[in-house]
């Protein structure tokens, strides 16, 4: 599933704050997480900071990633 698309079905699930956490969670235990074309499409703030928060998660847990966009 492309990554903005993930990003909006978290977003759609905010109310529902176990089901929340649980897709923000697969993203950032993710053995390996890719996402190609980083801010190909303009974003929000709330999908920034779902963005941010996933990678700064990962990133200070020393966990694999790659990570294009052509900004």
């Not at 599933?1 to 759609?12: C, G």
């Amino acid at each position: 599933m492309p990554f903005t698309e993930s990003i909006n079905i978290i977003k759609e699930n905010k109310e529902d704050k176990l089901k929340h956490i649980k897709l923000i969670n697969k993203f950032k235990n993710a053995r390996l997480l890719i996402i190609d074309d980083l801010f190909k499409e303009n974003i929000d703030k709330i999908e920034l900071n779902i963005i941010s928060g996933i990678i700064s998660y990962r990133y200070f847990n020393k966990m694999p990633m790659v990570i294009s966009t052509q900004r």
